[in-house]
Structure formats: structure tokens, C-alpha cells
């Protein structure tokens, strides 16, 4: 009878043992270091989503006050068309009796005009201001949504590193990449 073929199961077995420990430390190492780096963009993405978002309201907040000093401005307007208005039916009353009005009545509706022109024109420019303040504004927060958009996706690639860790899969780890990706790429483009 021939002799049984002895195979060293042992040195085999950690043979096997160690190669998988390798691989699978290479794979955490890799899925680690592109968590790490998906991390670092997500936390640049959220200060640039919270200071375009700051920078908006601001905007927003400066507007609301032109808009308020512009009010002002109609209603001074309005107040010096009612000041016109009496002062030429003074005038007309003069003029009714047959008498002459005072020359001042004539001069004191041609400052109202003149006054009016003014305030008209300060009125005018505030709300052009505030248009371009409010527009700003609008711009930043569309901003705002895409690096909050980019920070969401980096999260998601962060939740699928963790998953790919730890499950030792390399096709969640391929997701991973994916959609971090995808974030880096909104990312960048709203920088840019």
C-alpha cells in the first residue's frame, strides 16, 4: 500500500490567512484613505455652503433696509404732491374771488415740483440698489444649495466606505468612489 501523501494543512491554512489579512488590510487602507479624503472636501463644502448661505442673508438684510429707505422716499413724495395740491386750491380760491394769488403760491408749487424730482430719483436709485442686492443675494443661495448638495453626496460616500470596510466588498467601495465623485465634481464646479 503506498504511503498516504501528507499535505501540510497548517502552513497552508496560514499561508491562506495571511494572504487574505494582506489583501484585506490593502482594501481597508485604500477605503480609509478616500473616506479620509471625501471627509476633508465634505467639511470644505459645508464652511463654503455656511459662508455663501451668511453672505446671502446679508444680502438679503440689506436689501429689506433699501427697500424700507426707499418707502420712505414715495411716501416723502406723496407728501410733497398733497403740499402742491393745497397750495394750488389756495391759489384757486385767490383766483375764484378774482384776485390775484401771492407770487409765493406759484413759487412753493414749483419747489414741491422740483423737490418732488428728487426724491423721486433718490427712490428710484434705492430700489435699483436693492434689486441688485436681492439678485446677489438669489445668486449665493443657489450656491449655497449646491455645496450643500456636494456636502450630502460626500456623506453618502463616507456611509459607503464605512459599508465597504465593513463588509470587505470592494463593489460598495467602487459605489463609494461614485458617488464621492459625483460630489467632487459638484463640488469643483461650484468653485469654479
Do not use: C
Not at 41 to 60: I, P, Q, S
Not at 76 to 84: C, E, L, N, R
Not at 133 to 153: G, I, K, T, Y
Request: proline share 2%; no cysteine; charged share 25%.
Amino acid at each position: 500500500m503506498p504511503e498516504e501523501i501528507e499535505v501540510e494543512t497548517e502552513r497552508i491554512d496560514e499561508q491562506i490567512k495571511e494572504q487574505l489579512e494582506r489583501e484585506g488590510g490593502s482594501l481597508l487602507k485604500t477605503i480609509a484613505l478616500t473616506t479620509a479624503l471625501f471627509a476633508a472636501l465634505a467639511a470644505v463644502a459645508a464652511l463654503r455652503a455656511g459662508g455663501t448661505v451668511n453672505e446671502a442673508l446679508l444680502l438679503k438684510t440689506e436689501a429689506t433696509r433699501l427697500q424700507a429707505e426707499a418707502s420712505d422716499q414715495w411716501s416723502a413724495y406723496q407728501a410733497k404732491g398733497i403740499k402742491s395740491a393745497i397750495q394750488q386750491a389756495a391759489e384757486s380760491s385767490w383766483i375764484a374771488q378774482g384776485k390775484p394769488p401771492p407770487t409765493s403760491f406759484s413759487d412753493e408749487r414749483q419747489r414741491y415740483a422740483r423737490e418732488q424730482a428728487d426724491l423721486e430719483r433718490v427712490a428710484r436709485d434705492k430700489e435699483r440698489e436693492r434689486d441688485e442686492r436681492s439678485l446677489e443675494a438669489d445668486e449665493l443661495l443657489h450656491r449655497h444649495h449646491r455645496f450643500a448638495d456636494s456636502v450630502a453626496l460626500f456623506q453618502v460616500a463616507i456611509a459607503l466606505g464605512a459599508v465597504a470596510a465593513l463588509a470587505r466588498y470592494r463593489l460598495i467601495w467602487f459605489l463609494s468612489m461614485l458617488v464621492g465623485l459625483g460630489g467632487a465634481g459638484l463640488f469643483f464646479s461650484t468653485i469654479f
